[in-house]
C-alpha cells in the first residue's frame, strides 16, 4: 500500500474536478504539488491514471477502477465520522465489562441497572468469568472494567475496592447432626444427645445402652419433632454449638476435615482463599467437592450434600431463615475486599471514568 495516503485524497478530488487548477483550489495547496502528487501515485502505480488536454483531465480505465474503490473508501470514513459526531452529541459509547457469575448477580446488577437508566447511550456488555480470567480480557482489552475479588494484579491494572466481603462456612442441620453423630467417639455419646433447630442447638438425655447408630439416628429424628414447640430452650448456635458437645466430641477444625467440604473450582481466586485459611489453621479436609458456581454451592448446602465455603454477604437470607446454619470457627476466615479495575492505558478511558463516577455517586448499591 502507498505510504502517503495523501497521494489517493488528491488525486480523487482532481478525478471529481476534472480539472487539477479545481482541485488545487478545493484542496488549498498549489497547482504544481496537484500535478507533483498524481505524478507520484502514478509512478507508484506503475500506470496512468489520468489523460490530460488543455481543457483538463480525464481518468483513464485504471484511473476509473482506482476511483471507483476509493469513492466508497471516502464514503465510508466520510459515515464513521458522521456517526462519531453523533455519538459524541448524545453521548454513545460502549462498555465492557468482566465479572463472575456470583458477584454479577449478587453486586453489579442492581448497580448496572442504575446506571443504564441514566446512561440509556450506552451499550454495556457482560463477559461473565472468574477473576483470574477477567484479569486477563483486561490485559488483553477484551474488556474494559472487571468487577473482582482482590488479588494480586499486573502492575498496568488499577483497583478500586468497593466492598468488603467475609467467606463462611455453611451446612444444614441435618447434614452437622448426622455428621456429628457419624464421627464422634462413641464414649463421648454415652450419656448426652443433642440436635439442631434453624441456627440454633439444643441438648436432651437419653440412654443409648444397646442401640446401634441406626436406631440412634431414627431416636434423634424423633426428638427433633418431639421438642420443635420448646422455642424457650433455644439458645444461640454459634455460642452454644461446641459448648454443648461432650469433651472428646469435634472440634470446628474437625468439622470441616471429616465432613464433604464443598468449594469454587481450583485456580478461583476465592478457592485460593479458603486454601490458605486451611494451611494456616492446620486444617486437612479428607474430601472435597469441586463446584464452579457459588450459588449452587448454597443449593448443595441446602440439600445436605456437604459443609459449602460461600461469601456470607450473598447468603444472608438461607442463613437468616435457617435453611443453612453458620459454621462457627476457631478462627474467622479473613475479610477480603471486592472492587472494580481496569488498565490504565485503555483507550475507553472517559467511560470507564463516568462508570468509576456514577459507583462511587450511588454507592448504596454496593
Do not use: W
Amino acid at each position: 500500500m502507498i505510504d502517503n495516503l495523501n497521494y489517493y485524497r488528491i488525486f480523487y478530488a482532481t478525478a471529481k474536478e476534472g480539472n487539477i487548477s479545481r482541485a488545487a483550489d478545493r484542496l488549498y495547496i498549489s497547482q504544481p504539488a496537484v500535478s507533483k502528487s498524481i505524478s507520484l501515485l502514478e509512478k507508484e502505480l506503475n500506470c496512468t491514471l489520468f489523460n490530460r488536454s488543455s481543457r483538463g483531465v480525464k481518468l483513464t480505465e485504471e484511473g476509473e477502477l482506482l476511483f471507483e474503490s476509493l469513492s466508497s473508501a471516502f464514503q465510508k470514513i466520510n459515515d464513521a465520522e458522521d456517526k462519531l459526531q453523533r455519538d459524541l452529541s448524545l453521548g454513545v459509547g460502549e462498555l465492557k465489562i468482566g465479572v463472575s457469575n456470583a458477584l454479577c448477580r449478587h453486586l453489579l446488577m442492581d448497580h448496572l441497572k442504575n446506571y443504564i437508566i441514566n446512561n440509556p447511550h450506552i451499550k454495556v456488555s457482560i463477559d461473565c468469568h472468574a477473576t483470574i480470567n477477567t484479569v486477563r480480557l483486561l490485559q488483553d482489552n477484551a474488556v474494559d472494567i472487571g468487577l473482582i475479588c482482590e488479588t494480586d494484579l499486573p502492575s498496568d491494572i488499577e483497583f478500586i475496592p468497593i466492598k468488603k466481603i467475609h467467606d463462611v462456612f455453611v451446612a444444614s442441620k441435618t447434614y452437622l447432626e448426622n455428621l456429628i453423630l457419624r464421627e464422634t467417639k462413641p464414649e463421648a455419646l454415652n450419656s448426652s444427645n443433642y440436635f439442631f433447630s434453624g441456627n440454633i442447638t439444643m441438648m436432651t438425655q437419653f440412654s443409648r445402652s444397646s442401640r446401634d447408630k441406626k436406631t440412634l439416628g431414627k431416636n434423634q429424628n424423633q426428638q427433633n419433632h418431639n421438642h420443635t414447640d420448646n422455642r424457650h430452650k433455644e439458645t444461640s448456635f454459634k455460642n452454644t454449638f461446641f459448648d454443648l458437645l461432650p469433651a472428646n466430641s469435634l472440634t470446628p477444625n474437625e468439622v470441616l476435615e471429616r465432613g464433604n467440604v464443598m468449594l469454587l473450582e481450583k485456580g478461583n481466586v476465592t478457592r485460593n482463599h479458603i486454601e490458605k485459611y486451611f494451611y494456616q489453621n492446620n486444617i486437612i479436609p479428607k474430601k472435597i467437592l469441586d463446584i464452579n458456581d457459588m450459588d449452587l454451592l448454597l443449593d448443595f448446602a441446602r440439600i445436605g450434600l456437604g459443609i459449602s465455603a460461600i461469601v456470607k454477604e450473598f447468603a444472608e437470607d438461607a442463613i437468616n431463615d435457617g435453611s443453612v446454619i453458620l459454621l462457627p470457627l476457631n478462627e474467622e476466615v479473613p475479610e477480603r475486599n471486592v472492587g472494580f479495575a481496569y488498565k490504565r492505558n485503555n483507550t475507553n478511558k472517559k467511560i470507564i471514568k463516568d462508570f468509576l463516577s456514577f459507583g462511587n455517586q450511588h454507592s448504596s448499591s454496593f
